[in-house]
Antibody, heavy 119, light 112 residues
Framework: EVQLLESGGRLVRPGGSLRLSCATS????????ISWVRQTPKRGLQWVSS?????HYAASVKGRFTVSRDNYRNTVYLQMNSLTVDDTGMYYC???????????????WGQGTLVTVSS | DIVMTQSPGSLTVSLGERATINCRSS????????????LAWYQQKPRQPPRLLIF???TRQSGVPDRFSGSGSGTDFTLTITSVQAEDVAVYYC?????????FGQGTKLEI
């Protein structure tokens, strides 16, 4: 059974940093890209970043967020720096359906971890 | 970025009726070299993550009931739920994965 489990979300002050983790199991991790998608009531679902054969970032986080993956631990990390209130939201990690290239057709999602940026 | 626009924003149907949700992309998401539309539909129930229903605009994901179907090509797409059931109450999103950044529609809330 494919599983993804996010962790690391919490309350953080503006300007602060946070590292999210996405632990996975049940599939060949090295074959699939993993995306981070955040959700807020105001902006809905917003893709943030993906880690696969290539690394991609949304313009709003480029230069502040860094995605990495540990193929030994089957885990993806999202390092978030210089956080602003606009980064508040539920952060999901999700697996690409297709193996190989970054494809962004997301067939399995974690339950999410809540990031709140507030003073 | 490709903008995805869904309509209506909310939809109320009776049990057993048909529900139709529309999605339009700001540019074609049909890749001509393989004739595939890079369009997915997701269902999100309260306090749950999104669930993939349809990919390639019309291919049902494993385990998805056949009352869910997708259609369309180019820039205009439709998700149809024939004979809506109580468990279909959710928000439905379309998403393009034609290019980066992948983008989502704003969602359509389905109520009974």
């Amino acid at each position: 059974e494919v599983q993804l489990l996010e962790s690391g979300g919490r309350l953080v002050r503006p300007g602060g940093s946070l590292r999210l983790s996405c632990a996975t199991s049940g599939f060949t991790f090295s074959n699939h890209a993993i995306s981070w998608v955040r959700q807020t009531p105001k902006r809905g679902l917003q893709w943030v970043s993906s880690s696969g054969p290539e690394t991609h970032y949304a313009a709003s986080v480029k230069g502040r967020f860094t995605v990495s993956r540990d193929n030994y631990r089957n885990t993806v990390y999202l390092q978030m720096n210089s956080l602003t209130v606009d980064d508040t939201g539920m952060y999901y990690c999700a697996k690409d359906l297709r193996a190989g290239a970054n494809s962004w057709d997301l067939d399995h999602w974690g339950q999410g971890t809540l990031v709140t940026v507030s003073s | 970025d490709i903008v995805m626009t869904q309509s209506p924003g909310s939809l109320t149907v009776s049990l057993g009726e048909r529900a139709t949700i529309n999605c339009r992309s700001s540019q074609s998401i049909l890749y001509t070299s393989n004739n595939m539309n890079y369009l997915a539909w997701y269902q999100q129930k309260p306090r749950q993550p999104p669930r993939l229903l349809i990919f390639w605009a019309s291919t049902r994901q494993s385990g998805v009931p056949d009352r869910f179907s997708g259609s369309g090509s180019g820039t205009d797409f439709t998700l149809t739920i024939t004979s809506v059931q109580a468990e279909d109450v959710a928000v439905y999103y379309c998403q393009q994965y034609y290019n980066s950044p992948p983008t989502f529609g704003q969602g359509t809330k389905l109520e009974i």
